[in-house]
Each structure stands twice: as C-alpha cells, then as structure tokens.
C-alpha cells in the first residue's frame, strides 16, 4: 500500500513526459535530466492540497524555475519484465546510478491487516492527503481500470458539470458563495465549501467539469456534504 497522491499523471516515454491525453508537458530538461530510455508512469506533485497551484505551473508556457517545486514520483515502470515489485525496483536502481532531485519512487509498504490499514488512512487523511493506494503483490502493468488496484478512502467522490456561479456574503461578498452544479442524471445542486480564496476569487468556468468529495446520498438523490476538490484538467 502506499499514499495516493492529489497530482498531475504524468508518462514517461523514454525520451519525453507527456499527460494523460498524450500531450508533452513543458517540463525543463534539468528536470528530466538522467531518465531511463524506457517508460516509467507516475505522479507530478508539490504537496498535499496544492493542486490548483501544480496546475497552474504545468499549464504555463514559461515556469522553468516553478518546476523546481515539483516532484516526478514514480508508481511503475511499464515495459520492464516482471511483476510490480520488479518493475518498481528497476526504477529505484536507475535513480541510485542516475541521481535526480526531483524524482522519488514511491515508498510501498506491506498492508498487514484491515487494522493497519485504517491506520494508514487515518494518519495520511490527517495530513490532508487524498487516500491509499493497495496493490496487488506481484501484478502485472494495466493501463486503466484493474482488479490488482484498489483507492481507499474515507468518502466518494464524483464529478459534475458547473452550471452557476452563486455569489457569497459576509466574508465572500462580491466573489464565489457556491457553485450550482448538475450530475449526469440530471440532478442539480450546490457546493459552497472546499475552495480556497484564489478559487473562490477566480471560480471554475460555467461548463466545466469538477470533481467533488461526498459522503452518501440523500433520499432525493443529491450527495450528502459535497465537497470542492479540484477542476477536471484535460492536458
């Protein structure tokens, strides 16, 4: 099991890094000075609840001293023979023969129990991180949906699209109160907590898609205490 991180994905060809959708970061050379010539897969990430920031750093044309804040932590190393064990411990001996700074393989630890693992979630939710990740031991490189992964958290999340912004009061006077979203089946509600000032100040654009955090559902179907998380960032 190891921390799931709230990053940009990001792939490496074995000659540049490219997103999810296949299109080429603008990451610096020196930031990716010593990879390997074979894929690896993994998370750009600066910290627990920084992703506005990371995305606003990855989107620009010209961040090259910004990129300094980011860390390249891989989870797999795709084309390497072997089970993930093998994959991940290719990628943790090129980077002790190639030292980065800004690269870490991600630290796993063997989930001993449902006990230990609730301890692991707890303390990283404390942190304010997103979750655990639990992996099947000796598995094989997927790319979406699989079996051998399994997210862990204490709340769901979904996503829906913005159809309003609604303006606050008292301390948001005069910028974001909440945001009138719609799900896919139609049905419409509000999100009013889980921005921060900038977002409040600068709210996702009417049309776009958000991801939200919720714990259950109301008989009228709309989620229990949604949450804000994050824009969805297509790259």
Request: with cysteine.
């Given at each position: 099991?190891?921390?799931?991180f ?80 093998k ?29 230990h ?16 990740m ?80 919720y ?21």
């Amino acid at each position: 099991m190891s921390e799931k991180f709230d990053g940009v994905r990001g792939y490496w060809t074995g000659k540049k890094l490219i997103s999810r959708q296949g299109n080429p970061f603008r990451a610096p050379e020196w930031f990716t000075s010593g990879f390997p010539p074979t894929p690896l897969d993994g998370e750009l990430w600066i910290g627990r609840e920084q992703f506005p920031e990371l995305v606003s750093i990855v989107r620009r044309k010209s961040a090259d001293t910004d990129w300094r804040k980011i860390r390249y932590v891989i989870f797999d190393a795709p084309q390497i023979e072997g089970g993930f064990e093998k994959r991940l411990d290719y990628a943790r001996r090129w980077f002790l023969e190639h030292p980065n700074l800004f690269v870490e393989v991600l630290e796993q630890q063997i989930c001993e129990s449902d006990e230990h693992l609730r301890e692991k979630l707890m303390a990283i939710e404390s942190l304010g991180g997103e979750g655990v990740m639990l992996r099947r031991p000796g598995s094989l490189y997927t790319v979406g949906r699989s079996h051998d992964l399994l997210k862990v958290k204490t709340y769901e999340d979904a996503e829906a699209t913005v159809i309003k912004h609604l303006l606050g009061s008292g301390k948001n006077a005069g910028r974001l109160g909440s945001l009138s979203v719609e799900l896919p089946n139609g049905i419409q509600f509000a999100i009013g907590t889980g921005f921060s000032d900038r977002e409040r100040d600068n709210p996702p654009p009417i049309g776009s898609i958000i991801t939200f955090k919720y714990y259950g559902f109301y008989k009228s179907g709309i989620p229990k205490f949604a949450s804000f998380l994050r824009v969805r960032e297509e790259y």
